[in-house]
């Protein structure tokens, strides 16, 4: 089956500082990657869609400039937290599929866990 | 608004079956999807319904009845490690999935 990777897999900063989290697909070509962020006892919530190549797409209310998202080439999309604050702590999700919307099945990388003292 | 709506908590035995029902509104429909969360982990694929139906995998199944804005995930023999968060989600018409806030399954002995 297709696997996603996420590094790290937690991370713990200070206030302030930026935090770059990677997502692979490694065994096949994801021409979207989707973020998600996942409060404790909460649903999923999407932050942005990415393909590659072009800027994401942002969901209301998730501040662009703050959540940076690259997406490279067609294995390989980053989210970067910058100026990370404590209500930024949260477990954060990338996965990845093969079509250009969601329609195809998302395969989910393993989650990053973000604690911003 | 888009909605979906699941139970929050479920308790059932080993060995057990157990059946854990989602209602959704959405604007189009494109499909629903189930997927299991253990704690600390991200979401893995359990099944995919768009037609209306019983679709079984193994001792997984899940049901969708479109009419009805109704899907239920039907879990037999019941296994200590079935113990997860259940979340189910529904692609509305632009391809977006709509992410219930999922059910936390326990399993007791």
């Known amino acids: 089956g297709a696997v996603v990777s996420q590094h790290p897999s937690r991370v713990i900063c200070k206030s302030g500082t930026s935090v770059k989290i990677e997502c692979r697909s490694l065994d096949f070509q994801a021409t979207t990657m989707f973020w998600y962020r996942q409060f404790p006892k909460q649903s999923l919530m999407l932050m942005a869609t990415?393909?590659?190549?072009?800027?994401?797409?942002?969901e209301q209310g998730v501040e662009k400039d703050k959540f940076l998202i690259n997406h490279a080439s067609l294995t390989l999309s980053t989210l970067t937290v910058t100026s990370a604050h404590p209500e930024d702590s949260s477990f954060y999700i990338c996965?990845?599929?093969?079509?250009?919307?969601?329609?195809?099945?998302?395969?989910f990388g393993p989650g990053t866990r973000l604690t911003v003292l | 608004g888009q909605n979906i709506d699941q139970p929050t908590e479920m308790t059932a035995t080993e060995g057990a079956i157990v059946q854990i029902n989602c209602t959704y509104q959405t604007s189009g429909f494109n499909g629903l999807f189930w997927y299991q969360q253990h704690a600390g982990e991200a979401p893995t694929f359990l099944s995919y319904n768009v037609l209306d139906g019983l679709e079984e995998k193994g001792r997984f199944s899940s049901f969708l009845s479109r009419s009805k804005g109704y899907s239920y995930l039907l879990l037999k023999e019941l296994q200590m490690k079935d113990s997860a968060s259940y979340l189910c989600a529904a692609m509305d018409s632009n391809y977006q999935l709509i992410w219930g806030a999922g059910t936390k399954l326990i399993i007791k002995p």
């Open positions: 990415s393909n590659e190549g072009s800027k994401a797409t942002y």
């Open positions: 996965s990845a599929s093969q079509g250009e919307t969601s329609a195809y099945e998302q395969f």
